[in-house]
């Protein structure tokens, strides 16, 4: 089940909703919370929900053990446990027909290449489960005193399968001891609509316009085509990811859960460094608080720290070399910046970072579009000009008939509107409050009337 459907906007939700507040009781609520987040987990596949449950009792215990064990050296057993467990399922599910197909191509030999079916979201609630018992070994939190909570906290269906990774001290508090106010339900639904309207009425679209051009005979593009294509995935993978992790975000604080923020318009940084800021916090800061800092961070080996943090960047993202890749990609461009490309940047305008940004995330997004790297490559070069053909009337058409769309979604990229809804609160907050209500109402009829008899609704962030 996914948030951009009629089944979750017209059935689950509002059940989940109406069985929540029946009771001010916090037990009934969580208890209700997880029935409900492990069939959304089931709807699709119910065979996975067992490997969830099984992650979440293993490291309940773990947790327990090591906070018993604490200060003798024993305690670090569980915590090995608990990380050979998590990773070797993540890599059995999510790598292990990668890791043999490379082994048979590099050898010459034919050892039966496992096909497993990826659990959705097991690259999120791995990082969740790691960073709990990480945080109980360092004395961060409290192990969870009752069983529930903790299967709370790791199947909540808000952010199961998109994010954002959200740390058991971010609702350690909420789960034992939570308030859901008139304000944060407000709050929490527009936000939501929000994120719905982001992924069903744009990412899809910007979806369908990139798929014209980037499924197609790569070879024949002109070279503004190739180049709109790639910015229309652009603008798909952004609305896509940042519109859920709205609705996951959105949906916390209606059931009184604070989750952290996840985007932060990355489509304004003015280095690749400021992107990674703004593009996946939560993804980000586990790989620095977890593997970069544990690793000596920038007082020891910054660079080959740096090397082995965007190679599991990339790697999480998916059993493919062009994700390799893309990892890669970023770390060399990370490491040029703190060797001397952000103290050049520093003398250049402002409007030149911003473009040089965008032009490196423009190309990175086309190696991470192309699971085989020589079509990504070949892309790039018809970017480049390699095609002979700048321009052709027929993508005009295309180009003139999406110009709305396409500056809607650049406004949408950019924090206008938000600034807009500031300013109006300062000088009228009932008519900041009426447009928000307006707003919100529209984008939700709006995204519930495309969904009816639309085809095209995909999720990229299920694959991870």
Not at 86 to 98: M, V
Not at 187 to 199: D, E, N, S, T
Not at 289 to 294: A, L, W
Request: net charge positive; charged share 10%; with cysteine.
């Amino acid at each position: 089940m996914v948030f951009a459907s009629l089944v979750f906007i017209y059935l689950f939700l509002p059940l989940n909703i109406l069985l929540y507040f029946v009771s001010k009781n916090i037990t009934y609520r969580n208890i209700v919370l997880i029935v409900f987040s492990l069939f959304f987990y089931a709807w699709g596949e119910p065979v996975w929900v067992l490997l969830l449950i099984l992650s979440a009792t293993l490291d309940y215990f773990n947790g327990r053990t090591i906070e018993k064990l604490r200060g003798t050296r024993l305690s670090k057993l569980p915590l090995i446990f608990s990380i050979v467990v998590n990773l070797g399922l993540l890599i059995t599910f999510k790598y292990s027909g990668f890791i043999v197909s490379n082994i048979n191509t590099v050898f010459g030999i034919l050892i039966p290449v496992p096909e497993f079916k990826l659990p959705i979201g097991i690259s999120f609630y791995t990082f969740q489960t790691l960073s709990y018992v990480l945080d109980v070994y360092r004395g961060k939190v409290e192990a969870a005193k009752k069983y529930h909570n903790y299967l709370l906290y790791l199947s909540m269906y808000p952010q199961l399968i998109a994010g954002p990774i959200v740390r058991y001290t971010d609702v350690a508090a909420e789960i034992k001891q939570r308030k859901s106010t008139l304000s944060g339900i407000y709050y929490g639904a527009a936000r939501f609509c929000v994120g719905l309207g982001k992924k069903v009425l744009i990412a899809n679209m910007a979806g369908k316009l990139a798929s014209g051009y980037m499924k197609g005979d790569i070879a024949s593009l002109p070279v503004t085509a190739a180049w709109f294509g790639a910015f229309m995935y652009m603008m798909q993978i952004y609305f896509d990811f940042s519109g859920y992790s709205d609705m996951a975000i959105g949906l916390g604080r209606i059931f009184g859960f604070k989750y952290p923020e996840n985007f932060n318009y990355p489509y304004i940084s003015k280095s690749i460094t400021e992107f990674w800021r703004r593009w996946h916090i939560s993804l980000s800061s586990f790989f620095r608080d977890y593997v970069y800092i544990p690793l000596g961070g920038k007082y020891r080996h910054q660079y080959l720290n740096l090397a082995i943090v965007w190679l599991l960047t990339g790697l999480w993202h998916g059993a493919s070399w062009n994700f390799i890749a893309w990892g890669a990609y970023y770390g060399v461009f990370i490491i040029l910046e703190k060797l001397f490309l952000l103290k050049v940047g520093e003398k250049l305008p402002s409007f030149i970072r911003l473009i040089g940004t965008l032009v490196v995330v423009i190309f990175g997004w086309v190696l991470f579009y192309f699971t085989d790297i020589s079509e990504a490559w070949q892309y790039v070069l018809v970017m480049l000009g390699s095609s002979g053909v700048f321009h052709t009337s027929t993508f005009g058409a295309v180009l003139m008939n999406n110009i709305f769309f396409i500056l809607v979604s650049c406004i949408c990229c950019v924090p206008v509107l938000p600034r807009i809804h500031s300013f109006l609160e300062k000088k009228s907050p009932v008519l900041a409050s009426c447009l928000t209500t307006t707003g919100s109402i529209i984008l939700f009829i709006a995204s519930a009337a495309s969904l009816v008899g639309e085809s095209y609704n995909p999720f990229l962030y299920f694959r991870f």
